[in-house]
């Protein structure tokens, strides 16, 4: 047995065997040469396949190779567009990296420009809305600004005032035009000036113009022209000339009136006294010290502790100081004073200052004195010779009677109160009141120097009392019409008496004159004021 193509054949013994071996064989052999031309089919078709596939593989490594090369290519422009995508990020970056700083100094500059905008307003209403009338002209004399306020100080336009830079010198009042001028022609000076003039306005005012100015420059030092500040003075001219004027009267009404002026500075017991000061207390300015001593020592011994007293509660705020004293002069003589001060305070409410007058009321006082005799003596002639007095507010009807006018008709002035002018009218007689009514006109409109009237009034018993009543007004009111009244009235009988002794122990002046205005008589406290004699007024 032998392998034939991998089948095993069994070979006969005999020739039947050969032959079915033969046939097998041949059968086998066909069989073989079929799968062999299968094979060989087969190995053709995988040739052809091969070869298909050859080709296609070739077909594959060309397009694998133009793959190949187009991916080199597509690489490299990729590698290309990478290089330059990187360049334009980084162009970009750089871009956005200026943008940003373009947009930080846009912001910058957004915000300078709005800071300088705020500040230009910020100037604008304070230039603008200053009460002032500010100016600004640069080096040639042209305005630069003039602030609103020009128009209601001068009745020009800030407009009217840059179109004319000339306009200040030309409503300038006529007398004060060539300060402005020389002024204004010395702008080169650089220092500051101050000075006052006047302007007419359109409606032809005058005002007052306080004008400063200097000079303004730039940040690297360059002169750029005059600032100036033009204020409007005029109540302030016109308070000054009104001080100036009560000031000269003040001034003439203490020297006229021997008032001394005097201020004590009481944290430095320094005191200052005007002249007149140093002549009330009969000293000279060499003899006084300055201090407040130097007044205490001139003070009247027995007034020395009361003066002094009264001083210390005036600066401590307790009362007023309004007080008389006595000095003593070197000479001996004793002289009354009048003293009036205020006192001036600091923050925390101490005394630190006192200002005040004295005054010479020594005649005054001798007068008070003399009279207050007068007065006794007439009050002892009244009440001896039995003369009624009274006084009357013509404007009020207010009457004062002394208890001799009531006893004349049998009153008491219990029994009479209250009393008025309606009390005289109701106890005088009828017929008599209107005589006395028109003789009362007659003197009120100075046809007769004195009321003058013999009448009757009633007695508290019922019968009538004929008595002499004289009197005249004393003063008058502001319009002229007569206000207080004083006169006295007697009984008929004893009148001339009465009326003798009454005018000369009067308190007021009494003169009388006949029709040709010869003195024929007047009486002791005339004598006293007038310092005359008998001889130098009669006649």
Known sequence: MKLVDNQEITLPKAEDDLRKLAAELIIANKELAFQNEEKAKRAAELIIANKELAFQNEEKEKRA??????????AFQNEEKAKRAAELIIANKELAFQNEEKAKRAAELITAQELALQAAEKYRIVADFTYDWEMWSAPDGTNLYVSPSCERI?????????????????????????????????????????????????????????????????????WQGRRAS???????????????????????????????????????????????????????????????????????????????????????GEKEFDTEFRVLWPDGS???????????????????????????????????????????????????????????NVQTGEVVFNKEWAQIIGYTLDELAPVSI?????????DDLKQSVLMLEKHFAGELPYYDYECRIKHKDGHWVWVHDRGRVITRTADGKPLLMFGAHAELMKSNAYLENLINCATATIIVWDSQFHVTRFNHAFELLTVRGEQEVLG
């Open 65 to 74: 190779s133009e793959l190949i090369i187009a991916n080199k290519e597509l």
């Open 154 to 222: 001068t009745g020009h336009t800030p407009a009217e005032f840059l179109a004319d830079s000339n306009l200040i010198v030309n409503i300038t009042h006529p007398d004060d035009q060539s300060i402005v001028r020389a002024h204004l022609c010395d702008a080169q000076d650089k220092q500051s000036i101050e000075f006052n003039f006047r302007i007419l306005t359109p409606g032809g005012d005058i005002r007052w113009i306080d004008h400063v100015c200097s000079a303004v420059y730039d940040k690297s030092g360059h």
């Open 334 to 392: 004793t002289h009354y004073i009048r003293a009036m001060a205020c006192a001036l305070r600091n923050a925390d409410g101490q005394g630190v200052r006192m200002i005040g007058t004295n005054w010479d009321i020594t005649e005054h006082r001798l007068a008070e004195a003399m009279l207050e005799k007068s007065r006794l003596r007439l009050e002892n002639v009244v009440e001896a010779t039995n003369i009624g007095t009274w006084e009357w």
């Open 422 to 430: 309606k009390t005289w009218e109701k106890l005088a007689h009828p």
């Open 230 to 316: 033009n204020r409007d003075v005029t109540v302030r001219k016109r308070l000054e000339e009104e001080l100036q004027q009560i000031s000269a009267r003040l001034s003439l009404a203490v020297r006229a009136g021997g008032v001394g002026i005097w201020d004590y500075d009481v944290s430095h017991n320094n005191l200052i006294w005007d002249d007149q000061m140093f002549r009330l207390y009969g000293i000279t300015a060499a003899q006084f010290s300055g201090a407040y001593e130097a007044w205490t020592a001139g003070v009247h011994p027995e007034d020395r502790e009361r003066g002094d007293k009264e001083i210390q509660m005036a600066i401590r």
